[in-house]
């Protein structure tokens, strides 16, 4: 079954402590992405990711890192986290092939709390 | 830069009512349109898509019409179910862009019985 697969879906943590945040597709993906939703703001994207070792800042990339070491992960990286990332995170992935027009995949989402 | 802007929510209709979320764009070039459906609790699914002017995209009943002289798509559906009850993303894909999709900030649809 096709799919993006996040770890963990939930996660409480105490400000400073680094922690990451697994994606993982299945479909041979090239682009893969990283999201926050917030009430009122909608989805942002935080980094994205056109092929292995190809990543580019998104909208709000500050207390955010990545890495795409192999075509099938991407993992969000917070090295210091601050209760304003408290957020729900997604992952998403998208073929090339169509261009434009390509659906995105996302995963069912990370629920972060800071404190 | 471009953006998406669609009607703020949130949004509470009666079964089988008629439903109509509008969303309107701003983009260079000619983007890509999408809608996408939040159910509770879940990740963004793919609802319907359009890809140049005048094309209508379609499923489970939902519609949108790509409208290039209004920069609209707005999603339309003549009969709502409870079952319906999600918050609904527009969403643009630029063309020449590398995989970045820009979202509205969502819709949220609640339907009673």
């Known amino acids: 079954e096709a799919q993006v697969t996040q770890n963990p879906r939930y996660l409480i943590t105490v400000t400073g402590k680094k922690l990451t945040v697994t994606c993982s597709q299945n479909?041979?993906?090239?682009?893969m992405s990283w999201y926050r939703q917030d009430p009122g703001l909608g989805l942002r994207q935080i980094y994205y990711?056109?092929?292995?070792?190809?990543?580019d800042k998104g909208d709000v990339p500050e207390g955010y890192k990545v890495s795409r070491k192999e075509k099938r992960n991407f993992p969000l990286i917070l090295e210091s986290p601050s209760p304003n990332q408290t957020s729900l995170y997604f992952c998403?992935?998208?073929?090339?092939?169509?261009?434009?027009?390509?659906?995105?995949?996302f995963g069912q989402g990370t629920r972060l709390t800071v404190v | 830069g471009d953006s998406v802007t669609q009607m703020e929510g949130p949004v509470t209709l009666s079964e089988e009512a008629f439903l109509t979320i509008n969303c309107t764009y701003t983009?260079?070039?000619?983007?890509?349109l999408f809608w996408y459906v939040q159910y509770p609790g879940e990740g963004l699914q793919l609802l319907l898509k359009?890809?140049?002017?005048?094309d209508k995209g379609s499923n489970k009943g939902f519609e949108a019409t790509y409208r290039k002289e209004t920069t609209s798509f707005h999603l339309e559906k003549g009969s709502v179910q409870v079952s319906d009850s999600a918050v609904y993303f527009c969403?643009?894909?630029?063309?020449?862009?590398?995989?970045?999709?820009?979202f509205g900030k969502g819709t949220k649809l609640s339907v009673k019985p």
């Open positions: 998403a992935s998208s073929s090339r092939g169509q261009g434009v027009s390509t659906e995105a995949f």
């Open positions: 479909m041979n993906h090239e682009y």
């Open positions: 990711s056109m092929n292995v070792e190809v990543t």
């Open positions: 983009a260079t070039g000619y983007p890509s």
């Open positions: 359009a890809t140049k002017a005048d």
């Open positions: 969403a643009l894909r630029r063309g020449g862009s590398q995989g970045n999709l820009i």
